[in-house]
């Protein structure tokens, strides 16, 4: 009797026991999965809203040359954004449409839409060290990336490592957010030996409308010497009016710059 | 004084002996200079057909811009560079370049191809680029009214982008700045053939290739054509001196098509055999019919030798006599071969075949006239004839009287 008491407590109350244990560990990954999948979306939706418009300048720094761009750029929700060259001259006009997880360069020069293939995801966008990839998103960083959550007394860590199954270069990505303004600080990407191999920050926060954002992102190539990119908002118009769906189409990508 | 008068007499002497001697010296000799002539010939022309087309005889880059091309090792166009290969005399033109690669369209058709920008003119002077345009006309550095630069296409870029005299031809690549190069060109000429090196090669306007690649004010190279190939090291030397700028490199061919040349060093190596080989044939021929007229004179040695002619005064007749009928058919010969070598050099032999050298059609063998091609092949001709006379100089010399007049 005695033993057969021991014997059930074995089997039943000690499995039973480390299940809930397990259980509990397990409930506040989830809670802090979704804390952290919170903070990562609404630091995307940050410069979109319901639907945006802004013009931006882009500054390029290579060893080799410099270079600055001003575009105009609209999106509505994370799906669909426009992009068009507004200055230098010589490249005023080249657009790019992102729809969905598909995107498409426009050339007026040369009257040509060019779709950019899957292969040239990881490839430049426009000479500068944002990659194509980093416009259309293909990777959502909540849906195909695993979250875990470092809190300090100011500081929100994020660290995002790919589920198994998800297509990307990086190994790891690292997201810094003030914890006070939840504002962005630092985004770094690691490769698969785990160097760092770029960091893009955000700085100097600007009022734009209601709200306070970071004005300028910059992107900086740690593999590449010398390289380095800027985009600076100019002007942000949150939850925009006069941005239809019926502009992010490839007919309107075509329409041409006066 | 007497020995050269007897060996003199001796050649008239026996006028049908000699001319046989004489014969397959003189035979040989032109043999000689005209193979000489030919080889030499032919290897300048493979080397003009080379420089001619696109190398030009010294190249002018920066840095390693040779060995690892890239875009921005470029070359100020208002450098001292140009100043000095204007200033040179011995320059005789030089062309400014501008290379790059990119996606080229035809209407739905896409090809990656090369694109080199180049000025018409200077290029022209340079290199054979105008004799190869096959269709259409050679362009010029300007915009036509609708605001498009001309393009002169290869072969397989019309082929593969179906492009043909007057189309549009769409450019896309990435400028010096980072930003994305695109434009559109008409077609204005098709250049070389379906087996050129340059088949999917796209050539622009230098300023339209500048504009193309946002890199105005620069080029990749210089290619500087001086009188002839065999001058391009010596003017390679005095430019290096010239041009200051440590970054800057100046290459004579030889560097430039270095596979080339060293192919072609190796096939001259080979050529030595050949030669070898003919002129061991015209040595033989030489030997016969020395020792046949020694041999047959042998009881007049005899009678020499048996009124008390020194043994080696002997020998040394017999060296002389063959030396100087060698001497005397060298000069026939070069009487002979010069119209013959001057014919080869500027008129040729046609070939049934032409050859097609990107583009550039060659269809004669030419030979080449120097002073080399005359004088090597007497020394080769008179040299061989006085060691063969040897042999029967000394069997002559060493020979008994007695058994020499007995005819035994």
Request: hydrophobic share 40%; glycine share 6%; aromatic share 8%.
């Amino acid at each position: 009797m005695k033993n057969s008491l021991i014997l059930s407590i074995l089997l039943f109350w000690v499995p039973a026991s480390m299940c809930l244990a397990t259980e509990g560990i397990l409930n506040q990954d989830a809670a802090n999965e979704e804390k952290a999948k919170k903070l990562i979306q609404q630091v995307d939706d940050m410069y979109r809203s319901a639907a945006s418009r802004a013009t931006m300048t882009m500054r390029v720094q290579t060893p080799n040359y410099q270079r600055s761009m001003t575009m105009e750029s609209y999106t509505i929700g994370e799906e669909k954004m426009l992009i068009r060259i507004l200055a230098p001259k010589k490249e005023r006009g080249i657009s790019t449409l992102k729809l969905d997880k598909e995107m498409w360069n426009f050339f007026p020069k040369i009257n040509k839409t060019i779709k950019v293939p899957p292969s040239m995801m990881m490839g430049s966008w426009m000479g500068s060290d944002f990659t194509n990839d980093d416009l259309v998103k293909e990777t959502s960083l909540t849906d195909d990336y695993a979250l875990s959550l470092d809190e300090s007394s100011e500081i929100y860590t994020i660290t995002l490592t790919p589920r198994y199954q998800t297509v990307t270069v990086w190994d790891k990505i690292i997201i810094k957010i003030d914890k006070e303004k939840h504002t962005p600080i630092e985004q770094a990407f690691y490769d698969e030996k785990n160097r760092k191999v770029r960091v893009m920050s955000y700085r100097e926060p600007k009022q734009f409308g209601s709200v306070i954002l970071p004005s300028v992102l910059e992107m900086v190539p740690l593999n590449k010497e010398g390289h380095k990119t800027l985009v600076t908002y100019d002007k942000l118009e949150l939850n925009a009016e006069g941005v239809e769906e019926d502009f992010f189409t490839l007919r309107s990508l075509k329409r041409r710059l006066r | 004084m007497l020995l050269a008068k007897l060996a003199f007499r001796n050649i008239f002497r026996q006028r049908r002996r000699s001319l046989l001697t004489g014969l397959s010296m003189g035979g040989g000799y032109i043999l000689l200079a005209l193979t000489l002539s030919l080889v030499e010939g032919s290897y300048n022309n493979i080397i003009n057909i080379v420089t001619n087309d696109h190398t030009g005889h010294v190249q002018i880059h920066k840095e390693d811009y040779l060995d690892r091309a890239g875009i921005f090792k470029t070359l100020s166009r208002d450098s001292s560079v140009e100043t000095i290969l204007n200033s040179e005399p011995s320059i005789r033109s030089w062309a400014p370049r501008i290379y790059g690669a990119g996606l080229g369209y035809g209407g739905e058709k896409s090809a990656p191809l090369s694109i080199v920008g180049i000025d018409p003119l200077m290029e022209r002077s340079t290199t054979k680029i105008f004799e190869k345009v096959r269709e259409g006309r050679y362009f010029r550095n300007r915009i036509d009214a609708d605001g498009y630069y001309p393009a002169m296409i290869g072969y397989g870029v019309a082929d593969m982008l179906k492009l043909s005299i007057d189309d549009e031809i769409v450019l896309i690549s990435s400028g010096a700045d980072g930003s994305i190069a695109n434009d559109i060109y008409i077609v204005e000429a098709l250049i070389g053939s379906r087996d050129s090196y340059d088949k999917m090669t796209v050539y622009l306007p230098i300023d339209a290739a500048q504009d193309f690649f946002s890199m105005m004010g620069k080029v990749h190279e210089y290619a500087v054509m001086t009188g002839h190939p065999g001058k391009a090291q010596e003017l390679t030397r005095l430019l290096s001196a010239a041009i200051s700028d440590p970054l800057v490199t100046v290459s004579p061919w030889q560097v430039v098509e270095e596979t080339f040349y060293k192919s072609m060093e190796a096939d001259k190596q080979g050529n030595k055999v050949t030669m070898g080989i003919v002129v061991f044939l015209i040595c033989i021929g030489v030997l016969n019919t020395v020792l046949m007229s020694v041999l047959e004179r042998t009881k007049e040695f005899g009678v020499m030798l048996a009124v008390g002619t020194n043994r080696l005064l002997v020998m040394a007749m017999i060296v002389l006599e063959i030396t100087t009928l060698g001497l005397l058919s060298c000069a026939v010969g070069f009487v002979l071969s010069l119209p013959l070598v001057y014919w080869f050099t500027h008129v040729g032999i046609t070939m049934p075949q032409p050859i097609d050298m990107g583009g550039v059609i060659y269809d004669t063998m030419v030979g080449e006239m120097g002073i080399g091609i005359f004088t090597i092949p007497v020394v080769i001709i008179v040299g061989s004839a006085a060691a063969v006379s040897l042999i029967p100089a000394i069997r002559a010399a060493h020979i008994t009287p007695l058994d020499a007049m007995s005819d035994r």
